[in-house]
């Protein structure tokens, strides 16, 4: 389910560079809107990582069984 978000997260912000190219929003709010966006990217990449290592297998420590 997360990765879908975060797929879903890149077309929203394919389609605000395309807004801002297009002229559709001026430079002032693609920037603050960029900088949300990083910030929510951030934050996704995180949680993402987050659960990747929760699910990963335990390594052996020390090399005792």
């Not at 929003?25 to 949300?36: E, F, G, H, Q, V």
Request: aromatic share 10%; charged share 25%.
């Amino acid at each position: 389910m997360l990765n879908k978000v975060i797929t879903r997260f890149d077309i929203v912000k394919f389609f605000t560079q395309l807004a801002w190219e297009s002229k559709l929003i001026s430079t002032d709010k693609y920037s603050s809107l960029l900088s949300d966006l990083g910030e929510i990217g951030r934050q996704l990449g995180g949680w993402k990582k987050g659960l990747q290592s929760k699910n990963s297998p335990v390594t052996n420590q020390g090399g005792k069984q």
